[in-house]
Structures are given as structure tokens and as C-alpha cells.
């Protein structure tokens, strides 16, 4: 069983940054794909990006359109941790941001790969 926890968010003015941050606890944390999604209020959750382990110690990194050139996803292994960067803001990023975490092949962008989820951090971007 793989236990999740997001921290990082906040309330933030447009153009700010914010690093959310997902800490797991349990499972081999370096082979497990790290997904971060997001729901805006009357929206459906959607996909913003993941790290994905691609043998090795290489990983695979993809994002949506909407966050390329401005979100960045990390991990740090040894603390068991992914990290999901966050700059330039606008009130569209406006969410609560969800990591997740998958051993499953397929593709990361799909919520019905991951196995396991975290509570949930909230962003808040004012104009």
C-alpha cells in the first residue's frame, strides 16, 4: 500500500510560483510513475503531467499543453518524493492538485492508470 501526501499549495498572486510537493510512504518509490492532476470547481480532473521511470535511472517527463514552459516535475528518490513546479501562474491554474502514483504500464495522462492518490492540495491564483 502506497500512501500519498501533497503540500505546497496556497493562495498566490498571477505570475507567482508555487512547488507542490507529494510525499510517498511505502513501495518501491523510484519505479512507480508520479502523476500530478488537477480539478477546477465544475470540472472534470485532468491531467497535467508525469515523471515516468523508464529503466535505469532514466526517467520520462511529459506535461499538457496548457502547463509546457511553465510546470516542471521532479522527484527526488531518495526522499521518496515528487515535486511539481510551478511558475508564471494565471487564474486558470486555479485547482486542487493531485498526485498519484502508478506501477502499471500505459499512458500516465489517463487517471484510471494510477493505483493510488493523494488527498489533494488546493491553488489559488488571483487576478
Known amino acids: 500500500q502506497v500512501q500519498l501526501v501533497e503540500s505546497g499549495g496556497g493562495l498566490v498572486q498571477a505570475g507567482d510560483s508555487l512547488r507542490l510537493s507529494c510525499a510517498a510512504s511505502?513501495?518501491?518509490?523510484?519505479?512507480?510513475?508520479m502523476g500530478w492532476f488537477r480539478q477546477a470547481p465544475g470540472k472534470e480532473r485532468e491531467f497535467v503531467g508525469a515523471?515516468?521511470?523508464?529503466?535505469?535511472?532514466?526517467?520520462?517527463?511529459d506535461y499538457t499543453d496548457s502547463v509546457k514552459g511553465r510546470f516542471t516535475i521532479s522527484r527526488d528518490n531518495a526522499k521518496s518524493t515528487a515535486y511539481l513546479q510551478m511558475n508564471r501562474l494565471t487564474p486558470e491554474d486555479t485547482a486542487t492538485y493531485y498526485c498519484?502514483?502508478?506501477?502499471?504500464?500505459?499512458?500516465?495522462?489517463?487517471?484510471?492508470?494510477?493505483?493510488?492518490w493523494g488527498q489533494g492540495t488546493q491553488v489559488t491564483v488571483s487576478s
Open positions: 498519484a502514483a502508478s506501477a502499471q504500464s500505459g499512458s500516465a495522462s489517463v487517471a484510471g492508470l494510477y493505483d493510488y
Open positions: 511505502g513501495g518501491l518509490f523510484s519505479k512507480y510513475t
Open positions: 515523471i515516468r521511470w523508464i529503466g535505469y535511472n532514466a526517467y520520462y517527463v
